[in-house]
Each structure stands twice: as C-alpha cells, then as structure tokens.
C-alpha cells in the first residue's frame, strides 16, 4: 500500500475516494479557512461583534442583541452562501471535467439559465402556489430540461465535448431571452420585482427556512459527486478512446455526471439567484492547488466557492453601508475579466 495516499471509504456505499496526504492537508486548511471566513462575516457589520462573541452567540449564551443579529440575521446568510458556493463549484468541476474545456461553467453551458427559467416561473406566473420548499424542485426540473435539450442538440454518434459546449452558450442565450420574456408577462408587479432581485444573485434576507431547504438537497449531492463521481471523472478527462478502451461506459457516465450537475447547481441557483462565474472561477483555483485528480479537486472546489461566495456577500453587506449589495455583482466583477483571460489562453493555446 502507497503511504502517500489516504483511502476513504463508506462501508454503506460501493465505492472510495483516494486523496495524496498533501491534499488531504490542503483541504483541511481550505475546511478552516471556510470556518474563520464564517466567524469573522458573523462579527462583521453595521453591528459589529468580536470572535468570541460570536461563538458565545452560536452557542445561545450572548446577550440579546447578539443572539438577534448573530442566530436570526446573519448565520443563515453565511451558511446558505456556504451551501450554494460549494454547489456551484463543485457543478463547474464536474462540466469543466466531462467536457474537458476550462470555460464550461453552469452558467456557460445553459444549466444555470434552465434553473432561472425555472425559478422564475414559479415565481411570476404561479404566485399562489408559491412555497419556498418547492423552488428547488422548480429550479432543477428547469436546470434538467434545459440540460437535456443541449444533450440532444449536441448528441451525434455521441457527444462530443466541442459541441456540448457550443450549443450550450446557445441555449444560455435563449434561456435568458425567456427570463426577461416571463418578467415582462408577470401578471404581478410584486412577483415580477421579487424575481428580479432574485436574478441579481443575493442571498440578502436568507433565513433558516432558506436552510433548511437547501440542506437536504446539497449535502448529499456533495457526497455523492465527491464519493461517487470522482472516479468516474478521472476516467471521462482521459479521452473518449481512452476511456471506452479502459471498459468505461462513457456516454452513459457522461449524462449521469451532468445530471449531478444539474442537481447541484439547480439547488444552489433556487436560493441564491443567478450568482454567476463561482462554478468557473473555484476549480481552476483549486486545480492550481491539489491538481487535477477529481478526488482532491472537488471537495477543494466546493471549498473554494463557499469562501468566494461568503467572502463576496461579507464585502457587499459591509463595504458600501448602508447600502446592502448583492453578492452577484462582485462575483461577476471579477469572473467575467477572468473569462476573458480564459478565452485568450486557450485561443492562445491553439
């Protein structure tokens, strides 16, 4: 047995994970570095609380006030941006390595877009039926739908990962074309308001319902795309030929690993909104850091989003007080010169 390697395994599941000892320790400095970042956001503010204040807080045993802004304003923020900017991350590796192309993110290729469409559906023309636990299943039945749709315009004996791509920036396009459609339609003002804030991408006003709707649908799909996906991963980056040749059913893994994308940036795009570039930025940063083995890559990802997405709802709710900026638009400040950089690398590349 290779002592440079740690295998992880769940007794309940068929299958394990294994991770080179200096990643595990990176990603155990990601996994502080995403605590820190949460104690300090939780102290950070128009009130401000020191650290052990916070703790004190978290446990129940602060002053009121502390309680107040600690336990009901600001802990459900941190976590459901801790929540989200992992999904998106951990769903921009999963394109980034089934198509193996560094500008496939869920906002590239059409997933967040059928997520938006989804979402904003249910918020603009079914305002009666409107519930917060049911957002979710809308934004991932729309995510799954705009998905399969760039898979068979895509599919040709196969897909092919230049395709998936091409027709996925088209389909985006539509799908954004469709959201403003449906804004327009909004028989209420009031709905076609809250779908619009939702679009800029803001976890302002999260609370522990938001929680408590996310949790369930991302922790698992993290497990599962780490435990489950990662292997399947390291094989699809090989080559179509490759892979086929090493008995991997490679079309079949390929649409199973995009459906855990949809799922993952679907449940995440429900409660944050349309927060782009997280799902594009967060793997290249971690690639730098642990390489491009998908056992280390995706929980260091899913790490790296959460602090990308915390540390850009901390500046926006701190920065410009009293003013409360979304989230979204400092995500897209600093993505979109990013992708840029990454469409003149690769045409560099070539």
């Known amino acids: 047995m290779n002592k440079s390697y740690l295998t992880i395994r769940i007794p309940a599941l068929p299958v394990s994970v294994q991770i080179h000892r ?27 609380i020191m650290p052990m204040d916070v703790l004190r ?20 923020r941190i976590l ?45 023309q079914l305002p009666g039926l409107y519930d917060i636990r049911l957002l979710p299943i809308t934004a991932m039945a729309g995510a799954l739908i705009a998905a399969l749709v760039v898979y068979a315009l895509a599919w040709k004996k196969g897909v092919s990962t230049v395709r998936l791509v091409l027709v996925g920036i088209g389909i985006a396009s539509v799908l954004s074309a469709l959201v403003s459609m449906l804004l327009i339609m909004a028989p ?14 803001t976890v302002y006003g999260a609370n522990w319902d938001n929680v408590r709707t996310l949790l369930p649908w991302m922790v698992p799909l993290l497990i599962l795309a780490w435990l489950a996906g990662a292997r399947a991963l390291n094989i699809q980056q090989l080559g179509d030929d490759i892979a086929a040749g090493a008995g991997s059913a490679v079309q079949r893994q390929r649409l199973w690993l995009l459906l855990l994308a949809v799922g993952l940036a679907g449940s995440a795009v ?9 799902g594009l930025i967060a793997p290249h940063m971690a690639r730098r850091l642990v390489g491009a083995s998908a056992g280390g890559l995706i929980p260091a990802s899913a790490l790296i989003g ?13 920065l410009f007080l009293p003013h409360d900026v979304p989230a979204g638009v400092f995500t897209a400040a600093i993505g979109a010169p990013f992708f ?11």
């Open 306 to 318: 959460a602090c990308i997405l915390m540390g850009a709802d901390l500046v926006g709710r701190t």
């Open 80 to 124: 459901i941006s801790m929540l989200a900017g992992a999904g998106l991350a951990a769903a921009g590796t999963i394109l980034q390595c089934v198509v193996r192309n560094p500008l496939a993110a869920p906002d590239v290729v059409g997933v967040t877009g059928g997520a938006s469409v989804g979402a904003v559906f249910f918020i603009t």
């Open 22 to 48: 200096r990643t595990a320790s990176i990603i155990a400095s990601l996994t502080a570095a995403v605590v820190v970042l949460a104690l300090v956001s939780a102290g950070l503010g128009d009130y401000r």
């Open 57 to 76: 807080a978290i446990r129940g045993t602060g002053t009121e006030e502390q309680l107040l802004v600690v336990q009901t304003l600001r802990l459900p």
């Open 270 to 278: 429900s409660m944050v909104g349309t927060i782009g570039f997280v």
């Open 188 to 201: 209420s003002t009031y709905s076609a308001s809250s779908a619009y804030i939702w679009l800029t991408g």
């Open 340 to 350: 840029i950089y990454l469409l003149f690398r690769t045409r560099n590349a070539r």
